[in-house]
Nanobody, 123 residues
Framework: QVRLVESGGGLVQAGDSLRLSCAAS????????MGWFRQAPGKERDFVAA????????YYADSMKGRFTISRDNAKNTVYLQMNTLKFEDTAVYYC????????????????WGQGTQVTVSS
């Protein structure tokens, strides 16, 4: 079992930055591909970004390219999501997820999920 705990969310103004963290409780963290998803009220859960187990490749939803950066520190069992130039429409609960076999944009491919962290961007 893999436990994921997100942190770093909060209330910010449009144009601000936030860095989300996701800490994993597993000795095999470096074997997992990791992803970030988000869900706004009344909407489906959407793909944000993903990173391979060794960090060599990253993937982004088109609307996040150039503003968001996913990274990981396998020594700390942590994956990060740096979010810059935040917009009102980025308001959502952000979830991290772990997968043995990474299919970046497919939420059903991730068996392990965190509880989410709220990001609210005021306009």
């Amino acid at each position: 079992q893999v436990r994921l705990v997100e942190s770093g969310g909060g209330l910010v103004q449009a144009g601000d930055s936030l860095r989300l963290s996701c800490a994993a409780s597993t000795r095999t963290f470096s074997s997992f591909g990791m992803g970030w998803f988000r869900q706004a009220p009344g909407k489906e859960r959407d793909f944000v970004a993903a990173i391979t187990s060794n960090g060599a490749r990253t993937y982004y939803a088109d609307s996040m390219k150039g503003r968001f950066t996913i990274s990981r520190d396998n020594a700390k069992n942590t994956v990060y999501l740096q979010m810059n130039t935040l917009k009102f429409e980025d308001t959502a609960v952000y979830y991290c997820a772990a997968a043995w076999a990474l299919v970046p944009q497919l939420s059903s491919a991730y068996p392990y999920w965190g509880q989410g962290t709220q990001v609210t961007v005021s306009s």
